[in-house]
């Protein structure tokens, strides 16, 4: 069985920083990128960022681009998003996900196989 458990989450004011982590664990777990995604009270989840493990790509949502870093540690099976310049509106449940095979479209939720529980970020204004 594979575990993903994310970490990091709390209340900030807006213009803050938060750093989440999410750490892989399972028999065998090798997984081929790693991703983040958020989900608002009564919005759809939505993608933030993931990394392609080969060749280190990253990919950004729109609206944290320039704000965001996401990176990690294959061989730790770890997973990190820097927040920074936090607004209101980043305010959500956070979850790692991860994909076990190759897939083109990492923005996409049914490319992901496995999902943390979340860790939830509140930013006040």
């Known amino acids: 069985q594979v575990q993903l458990v994310e970490s990091g989450g709390g209340l900030v004011q807006a213009g803050g920083s938060l750093r989440l982590s999410c750490a892989a664990s399972?028999?065998?777990?090798?997984?081929?990128?790693m991703g983040w995604f958020r989900q608002a009270p009564g919005k759809e989840r939505e993608f933030v960022a993931s990394i392609r493990w080969s060749g280190g790509s990253t990919y950004y949502a729109d609206s944290v681009k320039g704000r965001f870093t996401i990176s990690g540690d294959y061989a730790k099976n770890t997973v990190y998003l820097q927040m920074n310049s936090l607004k209101s509106e980043d305010t959500a449940v956070y979850l790692c996900a991860a994909v076990r095979g190759a897939i083109s479209n990492l923005k996409l939720r049914i490319a992901y196989d496995y999902w943390g529980q979340g860790t939830q970020v509140t930013v006040s204004s």
């Open positions: 399972g028999r065998t777990f090798g997984s081929y990128a």
